[in-house]
C-alpha cells in the first residue's frame, strides 16, 4: 500500500487534530472541495470533534465533509447498489424460531412457543450475525455440521442445532433478501461483497479514524476504498503491542509502529524517526505549518507518563463521591471526561454532579428496564400472569397498585386522594386483622369494591369531599387503568395496543413528566408497542405469560438517551463511546474485573471450540478491544483517576494490575491505592420535641402499658410519635403481618383449648393431646390455611412441633392448678404525687405447689433482653442505663403490681414457645433478691413517669445504639 496513506499516532496525540490537520493541508488548502471529502468512525461522536476541529482551522464557515459510523458506511455501500431495510431483533428471532421448526424440529422439541424458543432465537441469531461479519463461508459451517452427527461433548439440542446451523442460515439470508430486509451481520456481508463494484467517485478521499480490530467484512469493504486509491488510514498505538494492529499490517501491508510516525508539519526535518512517501530526499515535508495559519501541532509521541491515581472504593455511591472530588480538582472541564463502563452506575453519579460548576454532558444511553416505568409496566403484566379466573395473586396485584406512579395518578380526583385509598386497600389486604379479605392470597378487585370500610376509613383520613363513593370511583378508575385494558388481550396487537393506551393515560394522569427520564421512558415504549402491532406475530393467539416475556424481552433491551451539548463540560461517556477521542484529565469508574473489562465468559449456546474453529474468538477480541481503549485513554491523558470497588464480590481490574505491573518493570514508581473515607461530624446534641400544653393535657389522661412504657425506656423520641401523636407504622411487610397473625392464633387457641381447666390442673392424657391436636388442625384449616395459602403445610409443621413441645412441657411442669386465664387488670398508682392509671391483660396465672402464683405471658417472638439481669440491682440507682439494665421490659414487674396483690408471693416468667422455655423474672435461684429487684422497678417506674411528664424535658430521641434506630419506622422524623 501507497504509506502516505496511512498516518500513525501515539497514545499521546489528538487523532481527531491530526485528521482535521491532515484534511485541511492534503486537500482543502490545495482547493479540494471539502464536501467530496468522507470521514469514517467507530462511533458517532468523534466526527461531532472533527467538525469542531475543521471549523476551527477554517476560521469561518466551510461545506461540510460527509461523516459515517462505519455501520452506516457499510449500509451507504450496500444501498448504491438497492435498499435493504433493517428487520427489528424480534422480528429477526421470529423468523429464526419459524425456520428453525422446519429445518430442525427436535430443536424446538420442549420449548415449541415462540416465548420459550425466544431465547434460543436471540442466540442463534447472534451465532449467524458473527459468522457473517466474520464471512464466515458455508464449507466451515458444513464441517461443523458434520462435526455434530459424530456429536461435540454438549446437550444434544445443541448438537441439533449445530447439524441443521448451515441450512438455517441459507434460509434465513434467502427469506431477508427475497424480502430486501437484512440483519447488521448480512448489511454487512452484503457490502463486503458489493464494495468491490461500488463506485466512490463522488469523494476525493475516505478517511477511516483510528482503525483497530476489523470484522473480515469491514476488512474487505476498507480494502475496495484502498484499491480505488481514496483511502487514507489512521492509526493510534504500535503493532508490537496489539494483536489487532498486527492483524491490520498484514491485511493493508503497511506497518504500524512508534518508529514510523508521519512527522507533523513544523518539526523539524529528521527529527521524525522514519521518513514516509511525500517527502522529498531532504526531509522536508511537502507542507507546512507555515501554509495554513489555523494549523495547531501536536506532539507526535506518547507521553512519557501520565499522573496515574487509583483509588478504592466499596460501592457505587462511594465510587461517584470518589470521582466527584477528583473531578472538582481539574480546572479545564473542556478537556476531561468521566468514562462509566457500566450504565446502572448513572444516577448515583448525576446525583454528585447535580451541582459540577461548567456543566456536563452525558451521552450513554440508561437503560429502558431501570426506569420506573419499566418496572411499573413488569409489576402490571406479572399481574395478568399469575391471574386465576377474575381473582389477581394479591402480592402482584399490591406490587402494581402500590408503585409510586400508579399509586399516584389523577383518576379522577387529586393524587392524594389515589394515594391514601391505595394504602388503604393494602391495609384491608395484609395487616387489618378486623378485615374480611385480610391474608387472603388471591382476590377479585369486585371485592375490594365491597369492603365498605376501606373507603369510610380513607375518606375520613383525607377529609375527602367526595366522600367514600368517590374514592370507589377512584379505585374503579384505577383497575380500569392498570388491569382492565389487558384482560382480553389475546394477542400480541392487542396486548401492544393495551399497553399503547396504557402509555398515553399514564402521561395525562401521572406526575411522571416531572422526571426527566419518564417521558423519554414512555416514548421508547410507544415506538416498541408500534414495532409489536407491526410484526408479522402480532395477530397470533398467544398465553398472557408468552405475551409478558416477549414484551419484556424486547423492553430491557431499550435505552433512552440524554439530550445536552456533546462539545461543551465535563463529558461523561460510555467505555467505548471515548472512541479516537483524548482529553487531558480522564477518571474512570467501575475498573473492577467485572466491568473493565465486561465480558460474556460463557457462550449459553454455540460452544467455544465451535467459535474457535471458525475463527470467532468474541473472547480474546472483547478483551482486546477494551483493553487497547483502556490503555489510549489513560496513556494519553496528562492526569488518570481510575476507581474501583473492593468487596467480598468485586475485585480490582487486571487493567489496573497491569499499569502497576509496567511501572514495577520500568522502574519507576507505580501508582499508590487511596482508599475511600467519609468522616461523620454529627451535629452536637440530641433533637427533641417539647411539652405544649395539649401534650401535657394528652399525658394526665393516659392509660400505662408496659408496652408505651417500654417505647419511652428505648427511646423518648419513639413513645412521642408512637403514643403520643399515635403515629402508627404502615405495615407493608408481609412477613410482619404473619408473625403477628401466627402469634394472635396461639394465645386465642391456648385460650380455648385451657379455658375449661381453670380452676384445677389440665389432665395430659391420650385423650386430652388427641382433642387438642384435633381442635388444633380443626382451627387452623378454618382460621388460618385459607389465608396462608400454598406456604401453609410449612407454617403447619412448624406450628404443630412447637404444640407438641409444649404440651410434653406443661405434662411435666410442677404446677396445682390453673388460676386464669387471659384477665384484663385496670388500677391507679401513685408516684411522685402524682395518681397514674395503669391497665394489662394477662394470659395465665398457675398455682404452684407452694401456694405461690406464677404469671404467665406467651412469647412467640424473640425474649431477648426482656427479664433484666440476673442478679438485684444491689446499691443502683434509677437512671434510663440502669433501668434498662436491671428490668429489661416493664412488662412482668407491671404484670406482678396488677395481677400478684391476691397472692403472698408472686413471681412472673415469659413462656417462649419457640425454645419451650419458661423464663423467670426472679430466677428461682435468685429468690431471696425478689423483693430487691421490685423494689427497684417500682423506683424505676416513678422515675420513667416522672420524666414523662417533666413539662421541662423534651422528648429526645435516643440514638446511642444505631442499628436500632436504622430500624426504627420513625427515623427520618428524627433527621
Same mark, same amino acid.
Given at each position: ?292 495559519? $489555523? ?137 387489618? %386483622? ?30 375527602? %369531599? ?168 489513560? %496513556? ?33 514508581? $507505580? ?51 408512637? $403514643? ?252
Amino acid at each position: 500500500m501507497n504509506t502516505q496513506k496511512v498516518i500513525n499516532s501515539g497514545f499521546g496525540e489528538d487523532v481527531i487534530g491530526k485528521m482535521a490537520d491532515h484534511a485541511f493541508e492534503q486537500y482543502i488548502l490545495k482547493g479540494v472541495d471539502p464536501s467530496r471529502l468522507c470521514f469514517v468512525f467507530g462511533g458517532r461522536r468523534p466526527s461531532l470533534f472533527l467538525k469542531k476541529a475543521l471549523a476551527k482551522r477554517a476560521g469561518g464557515n466551510i461545506l461540510s465533509p460527509s461523516f459515517f459510523t462505519i455501520e452506516d458506511f457499510m449500509r451507504y455501500v450496500v444501498e448504491k447498489q438497492g435498499i435493504f431495510a433493517r428487520i427489528p431483533e424480534l422480528e429477526a428471532a421470529y423468523l429464526i424460531y419459524k425456520l428453525s421448526k422446519k429445518a430442525a424440529p427436535k430443536l424446538i422439541s420442549k420449548r415449541e412457543g415462540f416465548a420459550e424458543f425466544l431465547p434460543w432465537a436471540y442466540e442463534v441469531l447472534s451465532f449467524i450475525d458473527q459468522a457473517d461479519m466474520e464471512n464466515i463461508p458455508e464449507s466451515a459451517l458444513e464441517n461443523v455440521e458434520a462435526n455434530a452427527e459424530i456429536g461435540y461433548d454438549v446437550p444434544k439440542n445443541v448438537n441439533e442445532l449445530l447439524k441443521n446451523i448451515n441450512e438455517i442460515r441459507k434460509a434465513f439470508h434467502e427469506e431477508l433478501k427475497s424480502k430486501k430486509l437484512c440483519t447488521r451481520g448480512l448489511l454487512y456481508l452484503l457490502a463486503s461483497e458489493f464494495a468491490v463494484r461500488t463506485d466512490l467517485a463522488e469523494f476525493d478521499a475516505v478517511i477511516f479514524g483510528n482503525l483497530f480490530y476489523l470484522h473480515k467484512t469491514e476488512e474487505a469493504v476498507v480494502k475496495a476504498v484502498v484499491g480505488k486509491g481514496r483511502a487514507v488510514l489512521f492509526f493510534q498505538g504500535d503493532s508490537k503491542d496489539w494483536a489487532s494492529l498486527r492483524k491490520l499490517e498484514k491485511a493493508f501491508s503497511c506497518k504500524i509502529s512508534s518508529e514510523h510516525l508521519l512527522p507533523f508539519a513544523g518539526e523539524p526535518p529528521g527529527q521524525a524517526e522514519g521518513l514516509e512517501e511525500g517527502q522529498d530526499e531532504g526531509g522536508k515535508a511537502e507542507f507546512s505549518a507555515e501554509s495554513h495559519p $489555523h494549523r495547531f501541532p501536536l506532539p507526535s509521541r506518547e507521553r512519557k507518563g501520565s499522573d496515574i491515581s487509583i483509588i478504592c472504593g466499596y460501592d457505587a455511591h462511594s465510587q461517584a463521591a470518589a470521582a466527584r472530588e477528583a473531578l472538582q480538582k481539574f480546572e479545564n472541564s473542556e478537556k476531561t471526561v468521566l468514562i462509566l463502563p457500566d450504565s446502572d452506575r448513572l444516577m448515583p453519579v448525576l446525583s454528585e454532579l447535580s451541582g459540577f460548576e461548567g456543566g456536563f454532558n452525558v451521552s450513554l444511553g440508561y437503560p429502558l428496564k431501570r426506569s420506573s416505568l419499566y418496572s411499573l409496566i413488569g409489576a402490571v403484566l406479572r399481574a395478568q400472569t399469575t391471574k386465576k379466573g377474575r381473582e389477581y395473586h394479591v402480592k402482584d396485584y399490591l406490587s402494581a397498585f402500590l408503585h409510586p406512579l400508579a399509586k399516584n395518578l389523577k383518576v379522577p380526583f387529586d393524587p392524594n386522594a389515589t394515594r391514601i385509598l391505595a394504602h388503604a386497600v393494602e391495609r384491608a389486604l395484609t395487616c387489618d %386483622k378486623d378485615s374480611k379479605i385480610a391474608g387472603r392470597v388471591y382476590i377479585d378487585p369486585e371485592e375490594i369494591l365491597k369492603e365498605e370500610k376501606i373507603f369510610v376509613s380513607a375518606a375520613g383520613n383525607l377529609a375527602f %369531599k367526595e366522600g367514600p363513593d368517590g374514592l370507589k370511583r377512584i379505585f374503579t378508575g384505577l383497575n380500569r387503568l392498570l388491569f382492565g385494558s389487558w384482560e382480553n388481550a389475546g394477542t400480541i396487537r392487542e396486548f401492544a395496543d393495551a399497553m399503547g393506551s396504557f402509555i398515553e393515560n399514564f402521561e395525562r394522569k401521572s406526575f411522571a413528566g416531572y422526571y426527566p427520564l419518564n417521558p423519554e421512558a414512555a416514548e421508547r415504549t410507544a415506538d416498541t408497542c408500534e414495532e409489536l402491532k407491526n410484526s408479522s406475530f402480532a395477530r397470533e393467539k398467544l398465553p398472557k405469560e408468552a405475551m409478558t416475556k416477549i414484551i419484556l424481552k424486547r423492553l430491557e433491551n431499550e435505552v433512552i438517551s440524554f439530550s445536552g451539548s456533546p462539545l461543551s463540560g465535563l463529558q461523561v461517556l460510555g467505555a467505548l463511546e471515548s472512541r479516537s477521542l483524548s482529553f487531558d484529565n480522564v477518571v474512570i469508574m467501575d475498573v473492577n474485573e467485572s466491568a473493565m473489562p465486561k465480558i460474556k465468559l460463557i457462550e449459553p449456546l454455540v460452544p467455544r471450540d465451535v467459535m474457535l474453529t471458525l475463527g470467532m474468538d468474541r473472547v480474546e477480541k472483547e478483551e482486546e478491544i477494551q483493553r487497547y481503549e483502556f490503555m489510549r485513554l489513560v %496513556k494519553g491523558a496528562k492526569n488518570a483517576v481510575l476507581i474501583y470497588s473492593e468487596n467480598e464480590k468485586q475485585e480490582k481490574s487486571r487493567f489496573i494490575e497491569e499499569i502497576v505491573w509496567q511501572a514495577q518493570k520500568k522502574g519507576v514508581p $507505580h501508582p499508590k491505592t487511596t482508599k475511600v473515607g467519609f468522616v461523620s461530624r454529627p451535629k452536637a446534641g440530641k433533637r427533641g420535641w417539647k411539652k405544649t400544653p395539649e401534650t401535657m393535657e394528652h399525658l394526665a389522661r393516659m392509660k400505662y402499658t408496659a408496652t408505651n412504657l417500654d417505647a419511652y425506656l428505648a427511646c423518648p423520641a419513639n413513645f412521642y410519635f408512637s $403514643h403520643v401523636l399515635r403515629l402508627k407504622e404502615r405495615q407493608t411487610a408481609a412477613e410482619k403481618y404473619e408473625r403477628a397473625r401466627i402469634g394472635n392464633f396461639i394465645h386465642e387457641f391456648l385460650f380455648k383449648a385451657f379455658r375449661k381447666f381453670e380452676g384445677k390442673r389440665p389432665d395430659f392424657g391420650r385423650e386430652f393431646e388427641k382433642g387438642f391436636f384435633e381442635s388444633l388442625d380443626a382451627a387452623f384449616e378454618a382460621e388460618f390455611a385459607p389465608k396462608t395459602g400454598a406456604g401453609a403445610f410449612l407454617v403447619r409443621e412448624v406450628l404443630f412441633h412447637r404444640m407438641k413441645n409444649f404440651i410434653d412441657k406443661e405434662r411435666t411442669r410442677d404446677y396445682t392448678r390453673i388460676l386464669c386465664l387471659e384477665k384484663q387488670y385496670s388500677e391507679t398508682f401513685r408516684f411522685g404525687g402524682g395518681d397514674f392509671c395503669f391497665e394489662s391483660r394477662v394470659d395465665r396465672i398457675d398455682e404452684a405447689p407452694d401456694g405461690s402464683a406464677l404469671i404467665i405471658d406467651y412469647k412467640t417472638g424473640s425474649t431477648e433482653g426482656l427479664t433484666g439481669s440476673a442478679k438485684g440491682p444491689g446499691s443502683a440507682e434509677p437512671s434510663i442505663d440502669s433501668i434498662r439494665k436491671h428490668v429489661g421490659s416493664f412488662q412482668l414487674p407491671v404484670y406482678m403490681m396488677m395481677a400478684g396483690k391476691p397472692y403472698k408471693k408472686v413471681n412472673a416468667a415469659l413462656y417462649d414457645l419457640r425454645e419451650t422455655e419458661l423464663k423467670h423474672y426472679v430466677k428461682p435461684e435468685n429468690s431471696d433478691m425478689a423483693d430487691e429487684k421490685m423494689d427497684f422497678c417500682r423506683k424505676a417506674l416513678g422515675f420513667v413517669l416522672a420524666e414523662i411528664n417533666d413539662p421541662e424535658r423534651p422528648f429526645e430521641a435516643e440514638d446511642s445504639e444505631p442499628q436500632r434506630c436504622g430500624h426504627c419506622p420513625y427515623f427520618s422524623a428524627c433527621r
